[in-house]
């Protein structure tokens, strides 16, 4: 009786802040698993990545919101509703990541033969941090805005200014599954196939959200 209970409650109780993502990822923990593995499936052709992200992120979004939902069934439907919205910002992501990460290695190569070129080389580090700070919100603003790409790209970057502490958050969480993977390659390859992906979509998903319902409020208002 007790358990039943608990469960019968706990999707309705209201989750927020980092306790609340921590309580949403351990109750969708195989569910984040299983839509971990088929987003990495699905973006082995690359080119489909983007859209891989972002059914996931749509997906991602509803466990922000505690809503009820059969999330594989809903991951695919939203994969063909987002498809070419996704793509395009998946190409975005990867074209201007590798620009600027190039950038960051050139003038860092650069700075180890004369140390002024070691400016530059953070200028772009910095825009490498806040360029991932805004894609971070993207994929989970293409499900939660009807907008066009280029206005979803400007509340992106408008958002992760405004609530950095959100953003930092997301960016930890990155760089910490960075680390593990590069820490322990070749063994940590399994371990990427099954985790980081959900859990930084839930992340994000969980960083975008409450954002963009307090912004509608204030609109119906």
């Known amino acids: ?18 306790s609340g993502f921590f309580q949403k990822a351990f109750h969708h923990f195989f569910d984040l698993l299983l839509l971990n593995l088929i987003t990495v499936l699905i973006s082995l052709p690359v080119i489909t990545s983007g859209a891989a992200l972002a059914a ?11 809503l009820p939902g059969f999330y594989v069934r ?6 063909k509703v987002y498809f070419k919205k996704g793509t395009l910002c998946g190409l975005l992501s990867i074209a201007g990541t590798f620009i600027i990460g190039f950038a ?16 530059p080389a953070g ?3 910095a825009c490498l941090i806040l360029f991932t700070g805004t ?21 992106a970057c408008f958002y992760q200014i405004v609530h950095l502490p959100r953003t930092a958050l997301v960016l930890l969480l990155i760089l910490l599954f ?3 993977f590069t820490a322990f390659f070749p063994f940590s390859l399994p371990f990427w196939l099954i985790c980081p992906a959900g859990f930084v979509a839930l992340a994000a998903s969980c960083a975008a ?9 204030l609109r119906e208002s």
């Open 56 to 66: 996931l992120c749509a997906v991602t979004n509803k466990m922000a919101k505690d």
């Open 209 to 217: 959200v409450t954002p963009n319902d307090k912004n509608l409020s």
């Open 74 to 79: 809903d991951y695919f439907r939203f994969f």
């Open 135 to 155: 894609m971070c919100f993207v994929f989970p603003l293409l499900s939660l805005q009807k907008n066009s790409i280029c206005t979803t790209l400007k509340t």
């Open 178 to 180: 960075l680390i593990l």
């Open 104 to 119: 960051c290695w050139f003038y860092y190569h650069l700075g180890t033969q004369n140390f002024i070129f070691y400016l």
């Open 1 to 18: 009786m007790y358990f039943h209970s608990f469960h019968k409650t706990v999707p309705f109780v209201p989750k927020t802040g980092v």
């Open 123 to 125: 200028i772009c580090a």
